[in-house]
């Protein structure tokens, strides 16, 4: 064992066994690289002599790189540094620049990097100290080098690439400074010589035995130089001759052996490394060395050519194939290219066949011959693997030969392959793209070019501008004389707020008791409107659109409507502001608002006429400083009712305020709140603004700010989850805290009276929130209109569409439910209202002026951020695992429906969808709404997963799981769907932004001004705007610069490919809920999808739609076949792929054992073939009668995910989307489907030949038994306590496959039924579905990720050297933690879980 009193010797041998192999410069950089070494040890280091010893070999170590320094220093060109080296490194310096491309460039700079890293250390961080014994006989001025060359074969056609003919060397020495020392000099050389500028070098030292194994960041950076050396980033590495045994590297065209092997075992194993074409392999030696390097290469030859002979004899035991051969076999023609195949080829192409058939890591398949010796010669029958589509087997011609009738069996299965259509028109197997839609394909391609911005087509990165439609029942003009039909908003209080959550103390405002009410004007007559609820301040009020009268308006009249309908939007709600422009003519939102008497149920002329006139009198006021001082009368009538206005204020930004009440207890003259600061209110008039109060016994005036919050679809105090936010509870604690006194007290003759009454006003501030909604209803009956007159179901009418009824938000809003003390006050005395709900903050106690004011709409931010942060779905991942015992089960299992009546095709008696079910689909999840498409779209996907894979599992029988899962990835992709909604003009009916009257919404009858173009500029990082995946990623839109928009906000929205994609999955979803499976599948093959047969004729599949000269957004509908809606799918071709009496009684031994499993599940099966077929693994060759699982996989995947998300989304809970995601998430996945199936037994009915395949699943059904069967949705992970050495518990994907194949199995034997597939699993899956329902399974990615969401980051993936992947996460100032699995996401997930479990630690 070595000491510190043997380093200092070691230490001096090593340096001079460099400077004789390399010379003086390397010499001095392993002297500094070691002198860091020997630092630490001596740091470590307590007894004195030894101490003293290892400070001297220090000492000596920087005295010789101070003397190799000096000599570089004085160095003018590189041949002076090139005299600083050994004549073996000048030799391989010469081989390194016969690569030097040929290429033009010029060096503007050059500076030593001797001096530069003159304090540099070992790069990896390894321990040098080590130091492996060297001698060094060698005659530095004489040297030879023995080349070996590569040669191709003859027969081969040379084509040299520019890959070949670029640098990528490896450099093999036999110690570890020596590639560290040779790395540094080449690096500095080539600073110095120009022709060098093309090596981008580096080193690397292969793992010793007595090395540790665990330095992590060693390992780290061993890994980095590996990737760039695979990626070309470096091109020229220096190692160990340890290195080349176990690291995958890319193909070399040069090996350079420094050092002489010194075994066959080095020499071929270096060789191996020359992957490359015309590689070139090098070993350099001394002159003394030549004779015997010489011979050893000759002994290794031999070696080598004896060994390639017997290989070459084991794999090709017959000479080859002759010409004559040919004859007896002719060989086979493609029709159409010509393409041969031949006797002497058919075996290399039918392996290459099914090497490409579906299997797993543990099987390998491929066909199987039996050759009989027959009377005439030999005859070979061929068996090709279970899951091909050629299910029998095939014989070839009579040979002469063993070996020729096997080779002539392959021919005529090759040619069986090609009728079959398993091989192309050039005889190359055809891989997964059998389903190939050539359409789609150059779809994509054609998106993709002309995509500007990132983000591929159809994904949720990739975003296009839209016009925002308005529904053309709106977009009518009219005029003077023309007939138009007047509609009323009534409003009626349904829930009041509760009186708690009103600082002020207020009774509620009762808006049906007023006598007038806001209606409108249109030129056409619409259809029944669903009522919807707006939220006021009163509570939740129920608009109700009804139809009054039509009408024709004379020219006075259109004149006066229209200055009312200006009124409203520029002085009531003030939100016509630049570029917006009135014009009735122009608009593509032609609506005009007007008063209505709420009793008679038309135009309240005397009310428009009136507040026409007060606005007059109101803009033509003298401003308050220049008025006539006369005494002030006060007149209460003139404030019942009313809406004031502060004169004295700023007039740019003025304020308006409801008169609540007319305080005759107080006066001008009454006490001010503040009697440190004034006397009394007259004296902080006079002082504060020098006004002059003539009356003072007038009363003062208790007043609430108006309504700044024009979005009212969703209420203040309630999430969109339905839970109360913290805002609310604390107004009370202050209102409590302040007392009842808080009030904002105005001065009558201080103040101007606003021309529109109070009642109005209230109703005035619902109209942006009424039409909008409006529109958005009509919107839908308009799609759903074109929807159903293009499908041409014989239930689904287009003119009779169930618009009515109302609109459900799905949320309990009787949180807002108040005492029913609501009153009709009319009196000026007595009018009352809630507080202020624009300031989250009420105004100081009775209410100065002096005082500062929060935003309008801080309030409402603070309840978005609340709703944001609340979450009542989080769970840790602790609790995934607690357990649910079967009483627990039994309690819950009353909301589990076990009959979904899934079967039932479709309701006759169904008119389609509801109007408001499609507005639901129609919302994004990003709009701020409480409706949103998210829970019908997971229902969707569901369902057009399942339906897509029923219709390709049942029209193509003899396709294997690959094909069929290419062809449903293509149908179910989002950006097929995203072509299909686009082609339906589904963007421009989409609601996909927050309503936000003021800024992005285009007021009915105005237009941006023609003058103005839409460029303007402005940072859009709001988090309002964020969403979740599968939505808008952010409000920011790239436009001509990064986080800036330039379009026009009010008539152009920013929406995804993705979004439009779950619209299309959202729409499916409508059709399934509302009429049931078969319209849903009518729907999707009108649209396009591949679901049900038709008579198109065909080859006309896939005719290609020219979209180049149609302008976005234009709507098109699908063009479409006539579908025959009797026409039902194929039956599926029974299990049993061979007949005859052989075969029955195969299936019965096959079958032997399996009715234990048929009572275990309670379902027995009347198509015994079909559980077999279930249990059969694609390796079991001795199953010859039915196909493997792989089929009844694929489709009993589709089968459990629908059933499930169905029996979630049907649910009595009525899960949110965001639960009803991570449920669906928890319960379809392998990990649960295979801990299942360990459960129940199914791992003892696997049929399968592979070993390493048993294996795992024993393992597994270990652990799981050892841990009581407890399932868990995330990875099983056994996790260390230190380090990254992770056990991964390995999950045999073939449990959760036989789990899935069986249920397809069920799904087919009992008639395609899914609720006897839902009866036999649901008691199987009963206790996951409540424990999960209980405790909602997240991620340990998410949980982390919800749980520091600003310092929590994860790195980018490594690979290790065994292949694994490495993944780190940070928590910014707390630690680091890493991770490592069999795939990208294991890692994540384990580093994630430490990351977790430290967390916890701390804070407990």
């Given at each position: 064992?070595?000491?510190?009193?043997?380093?200092?010797?070691?230490?001096?041998?090593?340096?001079?066994?460099?400077?004789?192999?390399?010379?003086?410069?390397?010499?001095?950089?392993?002297?500094?690289?070691?002198?860091?070494?020997?630092?630490?040890?001596?740091?470590?280091?307590?007894?004195?002599?030894?101490?003293?010893?290892?400070?001297?070999?220090?000492?000596?170590?920087?005295?010789?790189?101070?003397?190799?320094?000096?000599?570089?220093?004085?160095?003018?060109?590189?041949?002076?540094?090139?005299?600083?080296?050994?004549?073996?490194?000048?030799?391989?310096?010469?081989?390194?620049?016969?690569?030097?491309?040929?290429?033009?460039?010029?060096?503007?700079?050059?500076?030593?990097?001797?001096?530069?890293?003159?304090?540099?250390?070992?790069?990896?961080?390894?321990?040098?100290?080590?130091?492996?014994?060297?001698?060094?006989?060698?005659?530095?001025?004489?040297?030879?080098?023995?080349?070996?060359?590569?040669?191709?074969?003859?027969?081969?056609?040379?084509?040299?690439?520019?890959?070949?003919?670029?640098?990528?060397?490896?450099?093999?020495?036999?110690?570890?400074?020596?590639?560290?020392?040779?790395?540094?000099?080449?690096?500095?050389?080539?600073?110095?010589?120009?022709?060098?500028?093309?090596?981008?070098?580096?080193?690397?030292?292969?793992?010793?035995?007595?090395?540790?194994?665990?330095?992590?960041?060693?390992?780290?950076?061993?890994?980095?130089?590996?990737?760039?050396?695979?990626?070309?980033?470096?091109?020229?590495?220096?190692?160990?001759?340890?290195?080349?045994?176990?690291?995958?590297?890319?193909?070399?065209?040069?090996?350079?052996?420094?050092?002489?092997?010194?075994?066959?075992?080095?020499?071929?194993?270096?060789?191996?490394?020359?992957?490359?074409?015309?590689?070139?392999?090098?070993?350099?030696?001394?002159?003394?060395?030549?004779?015997?390097?010489?011979?050893?290469?000759?002994?290794?030859?031999?070696?080598?050519?004896?060994?390639?002979?017997?290989?070459?004899?084991?794999?090709?035991?017959?000479?080859?194939?002759?010409?004559?051969?040919s004859e007896l076999a002719p060989p086979f023609v493609a029709p159409d290219t010509e393409a041969t195949v031949t006797i002497s080829n058919a075996i290399g192409l039918l392996n290459r066949y099914c090497a490409k058939l579906p299997s797993d890591m543990c099987t390998r398949l491929i066909p199987t011959a039996d050759v009989k010796n027959l009377s005439s010669g030999y005859q070979a029958t061929i068996s090709l693997p279970v899951n091909c589509r050629l299910k029998h087997t095939i014989t070839g011609n009579v040979m002469p030969t063993y070996h020729l009738a096997v080779a002539a069996g392959a021919l005529e299965t090759c040619r069986q392959l090609f009728i079959e259509r398993e091989l192309d028109a050039n005889?190359?197997?055809?891989?997964?793209?059998?389903?190939?839609?050539?359409?789609?394909?150059?779809?994509?391609?054609?998106?993709?070019?002309?995509?500007?911005?990132?983000?591929?087509?159809?994904?949720?990165?990739?975003?296009?501008?839209?016009?925002?439609?308005?529904?053309?029942?709106?977009?009518?003009?009219?005029?003077?004389?023309?007939?138009?039909?007047?509609?009323?908003?009534?409003?009626?209080?349904?829930?009041?707020?509760?009186?708690?959550?009103?600082?002020?103390?207020?009774?509620?405002?009762?808006?049906?008791?007023?006598?007038?009410?806001?209606?409108?004007?249109?030129?056409?007559?619409?259809?029944?409107?669903?009522?919807?609820?707006?939220?006021?301040?009163?509570?939740?009020?129920?608009?109700?659109?009804?139809?009054?009268?039509?009408?024709?308006?004379?020219?006075?009249?259109?004149?006066?409507?229209?200055?009312?309908?200006?009124?409203?939007?520029?002085?009531?709600?003030?939100?016509?502001?630049?570029?917006?422009?009135?014009?009735?003519?122009?608009?593509?939102?032609?609506?005009?608002?007007?008063?209505?008497?709420?009793?008679?149920?038309?135009?309240?002329?005397?009310?428009?006429?009136?507040?026409?006139?007060?606005?007059?009198?109101?803009?033509?006021?003298?401003?308050?400083?220049?008025?006539?001082?006369?005494?002030?009368?006060?007149?209460?009538?003139?404030?019942?009712?009313?809406?004031?206005?502060?004169?004295?204020?700023?007039?740019?930004?003025?304020?308006?305020?409801?008169?609540?009440?007319?305080?005759?207890?107080?006066?001008?003259?009454?006490?001010?709140?503040?009697?440190?600061?004034?006397?009394?209110?007259?004296?902080?008039?006079?002082?504060?603004?020098?006004?002059?109060?003539?009356?003072?016994?007038?009363?003062?005036?208790?007043?609430?700010?108006?309504?700044?919050?024009?979005?009212?679809?969703?209420?203040?105090?309630?999430?969109?989850?339905?839970?109360?936010?913290?805002?609310?509870?604390?107004?009370?604690?202050?209102?409590?805290?302040?007392?009842?006194?808080?009030?904002?007290?105005?001065?009558?003759?201080?103040?101007?009276?606003?021309?529109?009454?109070?009642?109005?006003?209230?109703?005035?501030?619902?109209?942006?929130?009424?039409?909008?909604?409006?529109?958005?209803?009509?919107?839908?009956?308009?799609?759903?209109?074109?929807?159903?007159?293009?499908?041409?179901?014989?239930?689904?009418?287009?003119?009779?569409?169930?618009?009515?009824?109302?609109?459900?938000?799905?949320?309990?809003?009787?949180?807002?439910?108040?005492?029913?003390?609501?009153?009709?006050?009319?009196?000026?005395?007595?009018?009352?209202?809630?507080?202020?709900?624009?300031?989250?903050?009420?105004?100081?106690?009775?209410?100065?002026?002096?005082?500062?004011?929060?935003?309008?709409?801080?309030?409402?931010?603070?309840?978005?951020?609340?709703?944001?942060?609340?979450?009542?779905?989080?769970?840790?991942?602790?609790?995934?695992?607690?357990?649910?015992?079967?009483?627990?089960?039994?309690?819950?299992?009353?909301?589990?429906?076990?009959?979904?009546?899934?079967?039932?095709?479709?309701?006759?008696?169904?008119?389609?969808?509801?109007?408001?079910?499609?507005?639901?689909?129609?919302?994004?999840?990003?709009?701020?709404?409480?409706?949103?498409?998210?829970?019908?779209?997971?229902?969707?996907?569901?369902?057009?997963?399942?339906?897509?894979?029923?219709?390709?599992?049942?029209?193509?029988?003899?396709?294997?799981?690959?094909?069929?899962?290419?062809?449903?990835?293509?149908?179910?992709?989002?950006?097929?769907?995203?072509?299909?909604?686009?082609?339906?003009?589904?963007?421009?009916?989409?609601?996909?932004?927050?309503?936000?009257?003021?800024?992005?919404?285009?007021?009915?009858?105005?237009?941006?001004?023609?003058?103005?173009?839409?460029?303007?500029?402005?940072?859009?990082?709001?988090?309002?705007?964020?969403?979740?995946?599968?939505?808008?990623?952010?409000?920011?839109?790239?436009?001509?610069?990064?986080?800036?928009?330039?379009?026009?906000?009010?008539?152009?929205?920013?929406?995804?490919?993705?979004?439009?994609?779950?619209?299309?999955?959202?729409?499916?979803?409508?059709?399934?809920?509302?009429?049931?499976?078969?319209?849903?599948?009518?729907?999707?093959?009108?649209?396009?999808?591949?679901?049900?047969?038709?008579?198109?004729?065909?080859?006309?599949?896939?005719?290609?739609?020219?979209?180049?000269?149609?302008?976005?957004?234009?709507?098109?509908?699908?063009?479409?076949?006539?579908?025959?809606?009797?026409?039902?799918?194929?039956?599926?071709?029974?299990?049993?792929?061979?007949?005859?009496?052989?075969?029955?009684?195969?299936?019965?031994?096959?079958?032997?054992?399996?009715?234990?499993?048929?009572?275990?599940?309670?379902?027995?099966?009347?198509?015994?073939?079909?559980?077999?077929?279930?249990?059969?693994?694609?390796?079991?060759?001795?199953?010859?009668?039915?196909?493997?699982?792989?089929r009844l996989e694929f489709l009993g995947d589709a089968v459990l995910d629908y059933v499930i998300t169905r029996r979630l989304f049907e649910d009595k809970r009525k899960h949110s989307p965001g639960v009803l995601t991570d449920l669906r998430s928890a319960l379809v996945n392998n990990n649960v489907f295979a801990a299942l199936a360990v459960k129940w037994d199914f791992h003892k009915?696997?049929?399968?030949?592979?070993?390493?395949?048993?294996?795992?699943?024993?393992?597994?059904?270990?652990?799981?038994?050892?841990?009581?069967?407890?399932?868990?949705?995330?990875?099983?992970?056994?996790?260390?306590?230190?380090?990254?050495?992770?056990?991964?518990?390995?999950?045999?994907?073939?449990?959760?496959?036989?789990?899935?194949?069986?249920?397809?199995?069920?799904?087919?034997?009992?008639?395609?039924?899914?609720?006897?597939?839902?009866?036999?699993?649901?008691?199987?899956?009963?206790?996951?579905?409540?424990?999960?329902?209980?405790?909602?399974?997240?991620?340990?990615?998410?949980?982390?990720?919800?749980?520091?969401?600003?310092?929590?980051?994860?790195?980018?993936?490594?690979?290790?050297?065994?292949?694994?992947?490495?993944?780190?996460?940070?928590?910014?100032?707390?630690?680091?933690?890493?991770?490592?699995?069999?795939?990208?996401?294991?890692?994540?997930?384990?580093?994630?879980?430490?990351?977790?479990?430290?967390?916890?630690?701390?804070?407990?």
């Open positions: 064992m070595q000491t510190c009193k043997d380093i200092p010797r070691r230490v001096f041998e090593e340096v001079e066994t460099t400077l004789d192999e390399l010379g003086a410069w390397c010499a001095g950089c392993v002297a500094l690289n070691i002198c860091s070494t020997l630092q630490k040890i001596v740091e470590k280091t307590t007894e004195p002599f030894t101490k003293t010893l290892l400070q001297m070999a220090w000492t000596q170590l920087k005295y010789i790189h101070m003397l190799v320094q000096k000599a570089a220093e004085s160095m003018m060109d590189e041949q002076e540094l090139l005299q600083l080296s050994t004549p073996k490194v000048r030799k391989l310096i010469s081989i390194l620049k016969s690569f030097l491309p040929k290429v033009e460039f010029e060096i503007t700079s050059a500076v030593s990097s001797y001096t530069k890293n003159a304090d540099v250390s070992s790069e990896d961080g390894s321990d040098m100290s080590d130091l492996s014994d060297g001698e060094s006989n060698q005659d530095p001025e004489s040297f030879t080098i023995a080349r070996m060359k590569q040669e191709a074969s003859k027969d081969n056609v040379v084509k040299v690439n520019q890959e070949e003919t670029t640098l990528i060397g490896l450099v093999f020495v036999k110690r570890k400074h020596s590639a560290f020392a040779l790395h540094k000099y080449i690096e500095e050389l080539c600073i110095w010589d120009m022709d060098m500028y093309f090596i981008r070098s580096t080193y690397m030292i292969g793992a010793d035995a007595d090395e540790e194994k665990n330095d992590m960041m060693k390992s780290k950076k061993q890994d980095q130089k590996l990737l760039q050396f695979r990626q070309r980033k470096i091109n020229l590495l220096v190692g160990t001759q340890l290195l080349h045994s176990d690291i995958d590297l890319p193909k070399c065209n040069l090996i350079a052996m420094f050092d002489p092997p010194g075994s066959y075992r080095d020499y071929i194993k270096s060789k191996g490394r020359a992957k490359a074409f015309n590689a070139l392999y090098y070993t350099i030696c001394s002159v003394e060395e030549k004779d015997y390097l010489e011979k050893c290469l000759s002994n290794f030859s031999q070696i080598e050519a004896i060994l390639q002979r017997k290989i070459h004899e084991c794999t090709s035991p017959t000479k080859p194939f002759s010409l004559a051969d005889l190359a197997p055809i891989g997964k793209e059998y389903l190939r839609n050539y359409i789609q394909d150059a779809e994509w391609e054609r998106e993709r070019t002309a995509r500007q911005s990132k983000g591929a087509p159809g994904s949720s990165k990739a975003k296009r501008f839209y016009n925002k439609k308005v529904a053309d029942i709106l977009s009518e003009t009219f005029g003077p004389g023309d007939v138009c039909y007047l509609y009323s908003a009534n409003l009626s209080l349904s829930i009041a707020m509760d009186k708690d959550k009103h600082n002020k103390g207020r009774d509620v405002f009762v808006t049906q008791h007023y006598p007038y009410t806001v209606g409108f004007l249109v030129k056409e007559k619409l259809p029944a409107v669903a009522e919807f609820p707006v939220f006021t301040r009163s509570g939740q009020e129920t608009v109700a659109i009804t139809f009054c009268m039509e009408c024709r308006l004379n020219q006075s009249q259109y004149e006066k409507v229209k200055d009312y309908h200006s009124f409203v939007f520029h002085n009531v709600l003030r939100i016509d502001k630049f570029p917006l422009k009135l014009n009735t003519t122009t608009s593509t939102f032609n609506l005009l608002v007007v008063p209505i008497d709420s009793g008679q149920q038309q135009i309240a002329w005397e009310y428009l006429d009136r507040t026409l006139a007060k606005m007059e009198e109101w803009s033509e006021r003298p401003p308050l400083f220049s008025r006539k001082a006369a005494e002030f009368v006060f007149k209460e009538e003139d404030f019942k009712d009313a809406v004031v206005m502060p004169s004295y204020r700023n007039q740019d930004q003025p304020e308006f305020f409801y008169v609540a009440a007319m305080r005759y207890d107080l006066s001008p003259k009454a006490p001010f709140p503040s009697p440190e600061l004034y006397s009394d209110f007259y004296t902080y008039y006079t002082s504060k603004y020098g006004l002059a109060i003539t009356n003072t016994s007038q009363p003062l005036l208790d007043v609430d700010r108006t309504s700044g919050r024009l979005n009212l679809s969703t209420p203040r105090y309630i999430n969109q989850k339905g839970i109360p936010l913290a805002a609310a509870t604390a107004n009370q604690a202050k209102k409590k805290k302040l007392g009842t006194r808080e009030r904002q007290i105005l001065i009558p003759e201080l103040c101007d009276i606003h021309p529109c009454t109070a009642s109005m006003w209230r109703k005035l501030v619902c109209v942006p929130t009424i039409l909008y909604r409006l529109n958005s209803l009509l919107l839908s009956h308009q799609l759903l209109s074109r929807i159903n007159k293009g499908m041409n179901f014989p239930s689904l009418s287009h003119t009779n569409i169930h618009s009515g009824g109302k609109l459900d938000l799905g949320i309990d809003f009787s949180l807002l439910q108040a005492p029913s003390n609501l009153t009709n006050q009319t009196d000026g005395d007595n009018l009352q209202t809630n507080q202020n709900e624009d300031d989250n903050e009420p105004v100081s106690q009775c209410a100065v002026e002096h005082q500062q004011k929060n935003g309008l709409d801080s309030a409402a931010a603070d309840s978005e951020e609340n709703a944001g942060a609340s979450s009542d779905e989080d769970c840790n991942i602790s609790d995934i695992d607690t357990d649910v015992t079967d009483d627990e089960a039994e309690e819950d299992v009353d909301s589990i429906p076990i009959d979904l009546e899934l079967d039932k095709e479709d309701n006759s008696q169904c008119q389609g969808p509801s109007v408001t079910t499609v507005l639901h689909a129609l919302t994004m999840s990003n709009a701020g709404d409480f409706i949103n498409l998210e829970r019908l779209e997971t229902v969707g996907d569901s369902f057009l997963k399942f339906a897509v894979t029923l219709y390709l599992f049942c029209t193509h029988p003899g396709l294997h799981e690959g094909r069929l899962s290419y062809g449903r990835g293509k149908q179910v992709s989002n950006f097929n769907l995203f072509l299909l909604g686009r082609k339906l003009g589904l963007a421009e009916y989409l609601i996909s932004e927050k309503f936000e009257p003021a800024d992005n919404w285009l007021p009915p009858s105005y237009q941006t001004d023609a003058d103005y173009v839409p460029m303007e500029e402005f940072s859009v990082n709001s988090p309002e705007k964020e969403s979740k995946e599968g939505s808008p990623e952010s409000g920011t839109v790239k436009a001509n610069k990064n986080s800036l928009i330039s379009y026009n906000l009010r008539t152009q929205h920013s929406i995804t490919d993705k979004t439009i994609a779950d619209c299309v999955e959202s729409l499916i979803g409508c059709y399934l809920t509302s009429c049931g499976p078969y319209a849903a599948r009518v729907f999707m093959a009108w649209l396009g999808i591949d679901v049900l047969p038709s008579r198109q004729p065909q080859g006309q599949e896939n005719k290609p739609q020219d979209q180049d000269n149609k302008p976005q957004g234009q709507e098109n509908e699908p063009e479409v076949s006539e579908l025959d809606y009797g026409f039902k799918l194929p039956q599926p071709p029974p299990g049993l792929i061979k007949g005859g009496a052989e075969a029955e009684r195969k299936l019965t031994r096959l079958f032997a054992g399996l009715e234990q499993f048929e009572e275990s599940i309670g379902y027995k099966f009347k198509d015994k073939a079909y559980l077999v077929q279930a249990f059969t693994h694609s390796s079991y060759i001795h199953n010859n009668v039915t196909d493997c699982y792989q009915y696997v049929k399968c030949l592979s070993t390493h395949m048993l294996t795992g699943i024993h393992r597994f059904v270990q652990h799981q038994k050892a841990r009581g069967d407890k399932i868990q949705a995330e990875q099983y992970l056994r996790l260390s306590d230190e380090g990254e050495s992770d056990e991964e518990v390995e999950i045999p994907k073939v449990l959760g496959d036989i789990f899935e194949s069986v249920a397809g199995a069920i799904y087919i034997d009992s008639g395609m039924s899914l609720d006897t597939t839902w009866r036999v699993y649901f008691p199987l899956m009963r206790q996951q579905i409540v424990k999960f329902s209980k405790h909602i399974p997240m991620s340990p990615v998410r949980e982390l990720l919800e749980r520091e969401p600003e310092t929590a980051k994860f790195q980018r993936p490594e690979r290790t050297k065994d292949g694994r992947a490495r993944v780190s996460v940070t928590v910014a100032g707390k630690d680091t933690w890493w991770g490592v699995g069999r795939s990208y996401r294991i890692a994540k997930s384990a580093a994630a879980k430490k990351a977790l479990m430290a967390l916890n630690a701390m804070e407990s």
